[in-house]
């Protein structure tokens, strides 16, 4: 069956999806520099749960094996993220955390028996590449931290996971899924809260968090989870190769320092991805 019924859903949630990932990883940023980055996140997780279980009207958490693994990869994929944004800048982060795609690929086949078109892994290793020469050339600026973009990079494998998990449990009911695994994160963030705990909470802390849990984390979640249940893993994950352009569109704004023309090529050969792998 031709899936091009299911294109102007994916426009419509990706193109949101996308708005908001955009400015989550500098306002995680800047919530870091009030909050440790445990509590930030138990706050952001169950406020996003609180937020969804509110929507559905009932607080019904789904119990099963895979749901509670899904929580552990999404918690395990956030976790490595905050904490890798506290060492590399939030272009730098958006974009070693797009090396996902070429993770998700193959183990969407191995977890998933999903077979992937030929333009979807080219369009996944054509962005990749994108992905290595941008990285290069912050490399060659001495600007990325060995450690922030391993800790990204684990990011980048875990959120792979638990998008597979989306698709695997795409027959379960979306919104309270969702509210699971945040409910069940929010819980784990909280028992390792006391670790570096700091607080100051200001009111931009507290807007902070309040992107981060009903834009960055309930709607964004439930957005990714559409999308997961919508398209195979190969088109879902090359789509997000667009944020990493929208972030740093973004951060020259902010600084009005252009990016070297060698970055530029390899932002650009991300879009060209995303567009070989929806042909």
Not at 7 to 18: D, F, G, L, M, Q
Not at 27 to 47: K, T, V, W
Not at 210 to 231: D, M
């Given at each position: 069956?031709?899936?091009?019924?299911?294109?102007?859903?994916?426009?419509?949630?990706?193109?949101?999806?996308?708005?908001?990932?955009?400015?989550?990883?500098?306002?995680?940023?800047?919530?870091?520099?009030?909050?440790?980055?445990?509590?930030?996140?138990?706050?952001?997780?169950?406020?996003?749960?609180?937020?969804?279980?509110g929507a559905v009207?009932?607080?019904?958490?789904?119990?099963?094996?895979?749901?509670?693994?899904?929580?552990?990869?999404?918690?395990?994929?956030?976790?490595?993220?905050?904490?890798?944004?506290?060492?590399?800048?939030?272009?730098?982060?958006?974009?070693?955390?797009?090396?996902?795609?070429?993770?998700?690929?193959?183990?969407?086949?191995?977890?998933?028996?999903?077979?992937?078109?030929?333009?979807?892994?080219?369009?996944?290793?054509?962005?990749?590449?994108?992905?290595?020469?941008?990285?290069?050339?912050?490399?060659?600026?001495?600007?990325?931290?060995?450690?922030?973009?391993?800790?990204?990079?684990?990011?980048?494998?875990?959120?792979?996971?638990?998008?597979?998990?989306?698709?695997?449990?795409?027959?379960?009911?979306?919104?309270?899924?969702?509210?699971?695994?945040?409910?069940?994160?929010?819980?784990?963030?909280l028992l390792i809260?006391?670790?570096?705990?700091?607080?100051?909470?200001?009111?931009?802390?507290?807007?902070?968090?309040?992107?981060?849990?009903?834009?960055?984390?309930?709607?964004?979640?439930?957005?990714?989870?559409?999308l997961a249940r919508?398209?195979?893993?190969?088109?879902?994950?090359?789509?997000?190769?667009?944020?990493?352009?929208?972030?740093?569109?973004?951060?020259?704004?902010?600084?009005?320092?252009?990016?070297?023309?060698?970055?530029?090529?390899?932002?650009?050969?991300?879009?060209?991805?995303?567009?070989?792998?929806?042909?």
């Amino acid at each position: 069956m031709s899936t091009s019924k299911y294109v102007p859903k994916t426009v419509a949630y990706v193109i949101p999806y996308i708005l908001i990932s955009t400015f989550q990883y500098q306002i995680a940023q800047d919530g870091l520099s009030y909050s440790s980055p445990f509590l930030l996140m138990a706050l952001r997780y169950s406020i996003a749960s609180l937020v969804l279980f509110g929507a559905v009207r009932s607080f019904r958490p789904i119990i099963n094996k895979d749901t509670i693994l899904l929580s552990l990869l999404t918690s395990a994929s956030t976790g490595f993220w905050i904490l890798g944004l506290e060492y590399v800048s939030p272009s730098e982060s958006a974009v070693l955390s797009y090396t996902m795609p070429l993770i998700a690929i193959p183990m969407s086949y191995l977890i998933l028996a999903e077979k992937t078109s030929r333009k979807e892994w080219a369009g996944a290793t054509i962005g990749f590449i994108g992905v290595i020469v941008y990285s290069l050339v912050v490399s060659e600026s001495q600007t990325l931290s060995v450690l922030g973009a391993t800790l990204t990079l684990l990011n980048a494998f875990f959120w792979a996971m638990y998008t597979i998990y989306y698709r695997k449990l795409r027959n379960q009911e979306a919104t309270e899924t969702v509210a699971t695994h945040l409910l069940f994160g929010g819980l784990l963030f909280l028992l390792i809260t006391p670790i570096g705990f700091r607080v100051d909470a200001t009111p931009i802390f507290w807007f902070d968090v309040a992107y981060l849990s009903i834009l960055s984390a309930a709607a964004s979640f439930l957005l990714w989870n559409a999308l997961a249940r919508l398209n195979r893993i190969g088109k879902t994950s090359t789509l997000i190769y667009s944020t990493p352009l929208a972030v740093t569109a973004v951060q020259y704004i902010e600084t009005s320092i252009l990016p070297p023309i060698a970055s530029l090529i390899g932002i650009c050969l991300m879009i060209f991805g995303i567009y070989v792998s929806r042909l």
